[in-house]
């Protein structure tokens, strides 16, 4: 009896199966996609159905030669990437390299170039009927061994409809970006792209930067009393009526006549009410759901957080174990949970916490109109491998996010938290004044995990435990006054999105797929078109520029309900609703028109001159504002027989620009012996000559710290091509040495190294 054969797509992946399935099959990866359209040109045939031109990727030749090998001895072949559109194109394009299916022109044979629209259903089933081993789909939403064991035991066909999905998304984006970038690069500068998704994401910052920046402040006031009653402690009561007018102070004049107006006042309890109120539970994560929370809780960015995912689901070493897939999927948009870990996990409530915090049955979540529910919720695989029992194996960062997964399962399917709630008014008067307060009775899911809330979220507070109010209070009850506050507000405007909130943003406006939030996020931000500050969004000069060009001239491509849209016939297409080529030309006709259009009347960032009347202190004519690819700059325009720029800054309120004056050190230029100043360049600050134009000699910007590489040189600042500082010696080419974080000339209290380095957490 032959071998048979499973292919998947990660070497972690596929180490942690072989385990499982043993001496009778062979598990390869194919280490992600193996092919793909082509870099350097549009690789679509829009005049022939948009007939992509797939090439196999670089460096793909030998892993798919040994696939080949394998696939003609096999006895059957299993195709197990990942179980969503990407897992599905990956799996389809190996079975066209091992002419399982056709290659888009019903030969049968495999891909030397050109792939068309795939098989149809007929030519595939022709093609399995043929002579050779029997090619199936096998899909894992866990890593574990009765789940793949399952899975070769049922296994399916090829996905046409997914595959047309993905390969439809493809194409869309190539369409997109390779057409729209290049005007960019025309008008803006080399090196910019433009995507159908990461687009409208820097537009949504942009936009909420701008409602920043217009928001004017109102003010307005509060009055709170400080009260005790018959027994301590003493509590708080904000004013919120005047009779039975709701209360809006508008000016310290119109407080003060509040309080004066108080003055000798008779303080009675009007009313108390109390009432148990119960809080649910959250819904176990979805892909979405738990890069929001591993931004709040661990500070991770929804690139790590799915990296880290993807090695708890693929399988992490477990001491003499071997190898254990810890979660299920991680990029599912589902609530639905298996009765089998509904079982198990309630088991582990009951034995854990006792019966009093267990549903008398399971709790069942609804999953949103738009998911798939193709896959569970992201879940641990096996109760057996609690937090507490894994953490020896983990790595921190991994262990975290484990046991944040592992909560929140846990808490999901746990009694809900009971609190009892008291309101007070209090009469002084006719204004009346209000105390609130709620103590957490039962804790119920609770006491394993509590969600984490974004800034401003009312629940916020009441989850730190809440606040008490004297139990004795009654009607009629009269108070004795300690304190009268009024106190100045002014309204905030709304916050700069966190990884968190935008997250949460992209998938309200139904923007992407929670799967494509990583990458959107990492993109923008090596783009250069945002920056991250504080945890927080803010977006460049260079992000504003690009995003008013394309809402100028792409309004379609960076409108929210126009890129959802598209989103749900990307679903209709999966689920075989809608035909891939038809939502093709559908979109293509207007957008071709669009483009010809920007060609002609797009803005040319790089030509415009902006007028000031700042003189140039070389000739005195007044300097303008130009464009370059650091950004902004004053140069004057008596070009080229005057060289003369500047930098400045822009006045992020009033938009008003100052300008940046060269900075004297007291290094003597070994030319001129004029003295060098900071200036700042393309790839960073770097020391010149202030002699220029006629003396051009510079210097980078050292740090004093010596190589530990080579010992000869030393550190310097540099600027990468994207615009990220990092630190290298200053022999380079000669010393290769680099790092991202600022080095300091501070010895290593523990292992005495010659430098630490400057880091950032929470």
């Not at 866990?142 to 049922?154: F, L, P």
């Amino acid at each position: 009896m032959g071998k048979s054969l499973v292919i998947v797509e990660s070497p972690a992946k596929a180490k942690t199966i072989n385990k499982y399935l043993g001496r009778n099959f062979v598990v390869r990866s194919s280490v992600g996609h193996v092919k793909d359209l082509p870099k350097s040109q549009l690789g679509v045939d829009v005049e022939h159905d948009f007939q992509p031109e797939y090439e196999i990727i670089r460096g793909k030749g030998k892993v798919l030669a040994e696939i080949k090998k394998l696939a003609k001895e096999a006895e059957a072949i299993y195709l197990a990437p990942d179980p969503d559109r990407e897992g599905e194109a990956i799996a389809w394009h190996i079975a066209q390299e091992i002419g399982a299916i056709p290659d888009g022109n019903g030969t049968g044979k495999p891909s030397r170039g050109k792939t068309g629209r795939g098989a149809s259903k007929k030519t595939a089933a022709k093609s399995r009927a043929k002579k050779g081993p029997k090619v199936y789909r096998v899909l894992f939403n866990e890593i574990t061994k009765k789940a793949i064991e399952e899975a070769i035991r049922n296994p399916g066909e090829l996905n046409e409809a997914k595959y047309n999905a993905q390969q439809a998304r493809r194409i869309l984006d190539r369409l997109v970006g390779y057409q729209i970038s290049p005007l960019l690069w025309d008008k803006v500068r080399r090196g910019l792209s433009a995507g159908r998704v990461q687009s409208v994401a820097v537009r949504l910052i942009v936009d909420r930067e701008r409602e920043i920046r217009a928001f004017k402040p109102e003010e307005y006031w509060s009055i709170t009393a400080t009260l005790e009653g018959r027994t301590p402690p003493p509590f708080e009561a904000k004013l919120v009526r005047i009779g039975d007018q709701k209360v809006e102070i508008r000016s310290g004049e119109e407080a003060q006549r509040i309080v004066s107006a108080l003055d000798g006042a008779t303080w009675v309890v009007q009313k108390v009410e109390k009432r148990e109120r119960r809080r649910s539970p959250a819904p176990p994560f979805i892909t979405s759901a738990l890069q929001q929370e591993a931004a709040r809780k661990l500070g991770f960015s929804a690139k790590k957080t799915m990296t880290l995912a993807q090695r708890l689901y693929e399988g992490v070493e477990l001491g003499d174990e071997g190898s254990v897939g810890l979660i299920t999927y991680m990029r599912t948009d589902s609530t639905r949970l298996s009765n089998e870990a509904v079982a198990e996990v309630r088991a582990h409530i009951e034995r854990q916490y006792g019966k009093d915090f267990l549903p008398e049955t399971p709790n069942v979540y609804r999953s949103r109109k738009s998911a798939q529910d193709a896959h569970e919720a992201i879940r641990p695989t096996s109760m057996e491998w609690t937090p507490e029992r894994v953490k020896p194996f983990l790595e921190t960062d991994l262990y975290r996010l484990y046991e944040l997964i592992w909560r929140r399962f846990v808490a999901c399917q746990m009694v809900p938290a009971v609190y009892d709630q008291t309101t007070v008014d209090v009469e002084a008067k006719g204004h009346v004044f209000r105390a609130t307060g709620s103590v957490v009775k039962f804790a119920g899911f609770m006491q394993v995990y509590i969600e984490g809330r974004d800034e401003g979220d009312p629940l916020a507070a009441e989850e730190e435990g809440g606040s008490g109010l004297p139990p004795d209070l009654a009607e009629g009850d009269r108070l004795r006054l300690l304190k009268l506050d009024p106190q100045q507000h002014f309204t905030q405007p709304p916050p700069r999105y966190t990884e968190a909130s935008l997250v949460k943003a992209l998938e309200e406006k139904g923007i992407g797929r929670p799967s494509t939030y990583a990458a959107i996020l990492s993109n923008i931000r090596d783009r250069e078109y945002v920056t991250l500050e504080d945890r927080r969004f803010r977006p460049t000069q260079l992000g504003e520029i690009v995003t008013d060009l394309l809402v100028e001239s792409f309004p379609e491509i960076v409108d929210v309900t126009f890129t959802a849209g598209m989103e749900d016939k990307l679903d209709k297409v999966e689920e075989g609703q809608v035909d891939w080529v038809k939502m093709l030309k559908e979109f293509y006709g207007p957008f071709e028109k669009t483009l010809k259009e920007a060609a002609a009347s797009m803005r040319d960032v790089k030509a415009q001159e902006i007028p000031t009347d700042i003189p140039c202190e070389k000739c005195g004519r007044n300097m303008v504002i130009k464009w370059g690819r650091m950004g902004e700059f004053l140069a004057c325009p008596g070009y080229p027989e005057c060289k003369n720029t500047r930098d400045f800054v822009r006045d992020p309120e009033t938009g008003a620009i100052k300008v940046v004056e060269e900075v004297a050190t007291d290094e003597i230029c070994p030319e001129s012996g004029h003295p060098l100043v900071v200036k700042r360049g393309r790839f960073g600050r770097f020391l010149a000559c202030s002699g220029y134009p006629e003396c051009r000699y510079t210097k980078t910007i050292t740090t004093g710290i010596a190589c530990p590489q080579c010992g000869q040189g030393e550190l310097a600042e540099r600027r990468s091509k994207r615009g990220k500082t990092f630190f290298s010696c200053n022999r380079y080419p000669e010393c290769t040495f680099a790092l991202w974080d600022r080095p300091k000339p501070i010895r290593c209290p523990q292992c005495d190294y010659p430098f630490l380095v400057q880091k950032y957490s929470k």
